[in-house]
C-alpha cells in the first residue's frame, strides 16, 4: 500500500482550479483501480489571485464583504473583448469535464471561504474540508452564487458536517483566522507560486496548472517505483521535478 501527500495551492474564486480537482479526481480514481489499497490524502492551501482585496485589517468586522458584477469584473481585469473570449473558452473546457460554468453572479474577496476551509480542517479533517471546497466551487461557477455572504458561507459550512447554522455562523462571523490564511496565502507568492492551482506531490513534484489526468498519474507510478526499488525513505531523495499547465494569474 502507498500513501499519497498531496499539497493543493488554489483559490476557491479560480475556475482551473475546479477543473484542476476534477482532472486530479479522474487519475486518483484510475489509479485506485489498479491499486485499490493505496490512499490519498488531500490539503488546500489558501491563495489570493486578487491579494489588493483583502484589507489586511483584522479589527473590521469581517461581514459584509463587498462584491460586484463578475463579467464587469473580468472585463476590468482582462479587458471587454478578452473577457468574452476567455469566458467562452472556460465554458467549453469545464463542459469536457462535466461541469457546467456559468458566469453569472457576483465575485469578490475569497479570505471568509479559505477561513471556512481551515475551520473544516481543523474540525472536521479532510472529508469536511473536500466539502467545502466542492460546495463553493459548485455554487460560485456552476449555481451563480455569490460566496462572499455569511449566509451562503454558512449554509455550505453546515451542509460540510461543521455544526448548526449557529455554530458555523458564530464562527465565521468571530473573523478567527483571518490572519492566517492571510499569512498562508503571502507565503505562497514568497515561494514563487504566482498561478494556480500548484500542487505539490509526496513534498518532491511540483505539478503546476490544471494538468491532464495523465499528469499526475504518471507521477503516481513513477513513485510506486521508486518504492519499490529503493524503499520509501530513499525514495524520498528523489530529483525534484515540476511541470506546467493551465492556471489562474
Not at 479560480?14 to 484510475?30: F, N
Not at 489509479?31 to 486578487?50: A, E, G, Q, R, V
Not at 460540510?160 to 483571518?178: M, Q, R, T
Amino acid at each position: 500500500m502507498t500513501q499519497y501527500n498531496i499539497s493543493i495551492t488554489s483559490d476557491i474564486v479560480c475556475p482551473w482550479c475546479y477543473i484542476g480537482h476534477t482532472r486530479l479526481s479522474r487519475a486518483i480514481t484510475h489509479h485506485k483501480s489498479i491499486h485499490p489499497n493505496d490512499t490519498f490524502h488531500l490539503s488546500y492551501k489558501s491563495f489570493y489571485l486578487n491579494p489588493a482585496a483583502q484589507t489586511g485589517d483584522y479589527s473590521q468586522p469581517p461581514f459584509p464583504i463587498p462584491s460586484s458584477n463578475r463579467r464587469e469584473y473580468y472585463a476590468s481585469k482582462f479587458g471587454p473583448q478578452r473577457a468574452i473570449q476567455i469566458e467562452r473558452m472556460m465554458i467549453e473546457t469545464a463542459g469536457r469535464e462535466g461541469l457546467n460554468f456559468s458566469f453569472d453572479g457576483k465575485t469578490g474577496p475569497s479570505r471568509n471561504g479559505h477561513r471556512l476551509v481551515r475551520y473544516a480542517q481543523n474540525h472536521g479533517g479532510e472529508d469536511a474540508q473536500n466539502r467545502v471546497m466542492l460546495g463553493l466551487w459548485k455554487r460560485y461557477f456552476e449555481d451563480a452564487v455569490d460566496i462572499t455572504t455569511l449566509e451562503t458561507l454558512t449554509e455550505v459550512g453546515v451542509e460540510a458536517g461543521l455544526g448548526n447554522e449557529k455554530e458555523v455562523k458564530a464562527y465565521l462571523e468571530s473573523g478567527k483566522d483571518a490572519k492566517e490564511v492571510d499569512d498562508e496565502a503571502e507565503e505562497a507568492r514568497q515561494k514563487g507560486i504566482n498561478g494556480v492551482p500548484n500542487y505539490e506531490i509526496q513534498g518532491i513534484w511540483e505539478v503546476s496548472g490544471a494538468q491532464e489526468p495523465r499528469a499526475f498519474e504518471q507521477l503516481f507510478a513513477r513513485w510506486k517505483e521508486m518504492e519499490k526499488k529503493k524503499g520509501a525513505a530513499e525514495a524520498a531523495n528523489g530529483t525534484n521535478g515540476s511541470s506546467g499547465g493551465a492556471a489562474c494569474l
